[in-house]
Every structure is written in structure tokens, then in C-alpha cells.
């Protein structure tokens, strides 16, 4: 139950913030609002890592294997301007609804590979019948 609560919040705060993001940056530039957004969020983490029990030291970033995945930051800056544009151009619901389906198929994607590290999953029918359906529903709230 805690895990779909805190999904949901995710989803809400991420539509709320492409709101936001796309009214500063029109006042302001992308590259401007997506930095102060970056910034922002890292100077939150640094507030809630010392007001936590830091149970890992800062040393422990260096240390992830494989390197790679530590790319999540320059992620971060990409989906901030991809989430900006697309809100801008399509408008919030069609924007999220586009956002959210894609995130649906690559992690699904990601879980049958078993890429990144994570455990492979079997692929299944229903949930690709169920992905398909999310597709449709993107065409007909298009129409």
C-alpha cells in the first residue's frame, strides 16, 4: 500500500513540477529554469542528507560500479528540459500521459532484458496487451 501511495505522489509532484518548470523557463530561458531546478534538488539533498542519519559517507558515490549509472544527474537535466518542451508543445495531460506510457514500456522493457542490473523478468501477454491499450489510450485522448 505504501509503495502505490508513494507512486502516486511521484506522479502528481512530476506533473505539478512540469508546470511549474515550463512557466519559470518562459520567463527565464530552459537552460536558466533547468538549472536552477537541478540546483535546487541538490541542495535539498545535501539538507536532507545531513538532517538524516547518513548511514553512507560521500565517499561511497565514488565507489558505484559500474560507472555508468552514475549518469542519473545528467538524466535528471535531460528529462527537466524533455518534460519543459513537450508540456510547452503538447500541453500537461497529453505531455504526461505521452511521458508516463513511455516510462511504462522501457521499464517493462528494461525488467524483460534484465538490463542495468536488474533481475529479468519473463515476458507476459497481458501486461504487453496492457501496454498496448495505454498506447490507444494516447490516440483516442489525441482525438
Do not use: H
Not at 3 to 26: D, H, R, W, Y
Not at 34 to 39: E, I, K, N, P, S
Not at 113 to 138: M, N
Amino acid at each position: 500500500m505504501w509503495g502505490l501511495i508513494l507512486a502516486m505522489l511521484s506522479g502528481a509532484l512530476m506533473s505539478v513540477q512540469g508546470v511549474f518548470n515550463t512557466e519559470v523557463t518562459k520567463q527565464s530561458g530552459i537552460w536558466t529554469a533547468a538549472g536552477f531546478v537541478q540546483l535546487t534538488a541538490f541542495l535539498y539533498c545535501v539538507a536532507a542528507w545531513f538532517m538524516s542519519g547518513r548511514e553512507k559517507g560521500i565517499e561511497a558515490i565514488f565507489r558505484t560500479e559500474p560507472k555508468y549509472m552514475l549518469l542519473g544527474g545528467v538524466m535528471g537535466a535531460l528529462i527537466t528540459y524533455t518534460v519543459i518542451r513537450s508540456m510547452d508543445s503538447l500541453g500537461p495531460a497529453a505531455a504526461v500521459m505521452i511521458i508516463v506510457i513511455t516510462q511504462l514500456l522501457v521499464a517493462y522493457l528494461i525488467e524483460v532484458f534484465g538490463l542495468f542490473g536488474v533481475e529479468k523478468a519473463g515476458f507476459e501477454w497481458r501486461k504487453a496487451v496492457g501496454a498496448a491499450v495505454a498506447v490507444a489510450g494516447i490516440w483516442l485522448f489525441k482525438k
